[in-house]
C-alpha cells in the first residue's frame, strides 16, 4: 500500500548545505551585534528580523538565501506540484532560552514557511505541527470519529524531533505550529516565508518590488 503523509512536511538533511558551520557562526555573530525584538507572549523568546524585517537581506546572508530559496522552490514546484515563481518575502532569527515557548500560530501572506535549524541540544523543543485534517476549523470536519489506534492521519498533532543543526524543514504557510517548555539554553533557528512573484489563475496577481 502506497505510504501517503498526512502532513506535507519536507525535511531536508544537515548535509544539504555546505559547510552550515560557517553559516551558523554568521548567524550567532549577527545574534550578538544586533538588538533584538521580543516575543508578545513568551519573554524567553527573542527574534532578529533586521531593518527590513528580512534578516536575509543582510548582505552576510546573501549566499544563505539563494540556497534556502533554491530548495523552497524545490519543495513548491517538485514536491507539491505548482508552477509559480516565489521569493522570500520575510525572514527572522529566533532564540529561545530555558523555559521559552513559542505559542501556535500560522503565517500569513505567504504560501511556504521554512525552518533552519542552527543550534541545538539534545534537550531542545521539537516544532509541533496540528494536523489540518482534524484541527484547522471549519475546515476539518464537525463530525469526529473515534478511533482505536492513532495514525498519522487521525492524532491532532505531530512532532518532528530528528533534527540536527543544519537540518531545512518547510511546510504549508497555513498549517498551525509552535513548541512548548523549551529545555535547551540558545535554541536558535532562522525561519521565512515565500510567497508567489505572479500568478495568472482566475485573477492575474503579482508583486512589484
Known amino acids: 500500500m502506497e505510504n501517503i503523509s ?15 558551520k560557517k553559516y551558523k557562526k554568521t548567524i550567532i555573530d549577527y545574534t550578538k551585534n ?4 521580543d516575543n508578545e507572549d513568551s519573554s524567553k523568546l527573542k527574534h532578529y528580523h533586521g531593518e527590513d524585517l528580512s534578516v536575509l537581506n543582510d548582505i552576510s546572508f546573501r549566499d544563505l538565501k539563494d540556497i ?3 530548495k523552497s522552490t524545490y519543495y513548491y514546484k517538485d514536491v507539491m506540484g505548482y508552477k509559480e515563481d516565489l521569493y522570500i518575502s520575510d525572514s527572522w532569527i529566533n532564540v529561545c532560552e ?3 515557548y513559542q505559542s501556535d500560530h500560522y503565517h500569513a501572506n505567504c504560501v511556504v514557511s521554512g525552518t533552519l ?10 516544532l509541533v ?7 484547522n476549523y471549519p475546515l476539518c470536519s464537525h463530525i469526529r470519529s473515534q478511533s482505536d489506534k492513532e495514525t498519522l492521519y487521525n492524532l491532532d ?9 543544519g537540518h531545512i524543514l518547510l511546510w504549508p504557510s497555513y498549517i498551525v505550529h509552535g513548541y512548548k517548555d523549551n529545555k535547551f539554553d540558545q535554541r536558535t533557528s532562522l525561519s521565512f516565508n515565500l510567497n508567489i512573484k ?11 518590488r
Open 157 to 165: 498533532y505531530m512532532s518532528v524531533k530528528n533534527f540536527e543543526e
Open 198 to 208: 505572479s500568478s495568472g489563475y482566475l485573477y492575474h496577481y503579482g508583486v512589484k
Open 68 to 70: 534556502l530559496l533554491e
Open 6 to 20: 498526512a502532513f506535507p512536511l519536507l525535511s531536508l538533511g544537515a548535509d544539504i548545505i555546505d559547510d552550515f
Open 34 to 37: 544586533n538588538k533584538p525584538t
Open 98 to 100: 530555558k523555559g521559552g
Open 117 to 126: 535549524f542552527v543550534n541545538l541540544g539534545k534537550d531542545f523543543s521539537p
Open 129 to 135: 505541527f496540528k494536523n489540518p485534517r482534524t484541527t
